[in-house]
């Protein structure tokens, strides 16, 4: 799978799970279920609920991502 492929989207964590998994809600209104990206896990960045966030999108699950970018 190339770069190509990944969908983006934007999206608020409603909840918090174990293991590093997110509740994310898009702004299509969808809910999916997404984890973090090793560059976030690795500077310690903090993802709470009511966290703006950039969610990639397999195209092949679209019910589970990874969470990219936390906004300021």
């Not at 500077?43 to 589970?64: A, C, H, Q």
């Amino acid at each position: 799978m190339s770069k190509d492929d990944i969908i983006e989207m934007q999206g608020t964590v409603l909840e918090s799970l174990p293991n590093a998994m997110f509740q994310v809600e898009l702004e299509s209104g969808h809910t999916i279920l997404a984890h973090i990206s090793g560059k976030l896990r690795m500077n310690f960045i903090r993802i709470l609920p009511g966290d703006k966030v950039t969610v990639e999108l397999s195209p092949y699950d679209l019910t589970r991502g990874r969470i990219t970018w936390r906004a300021k």
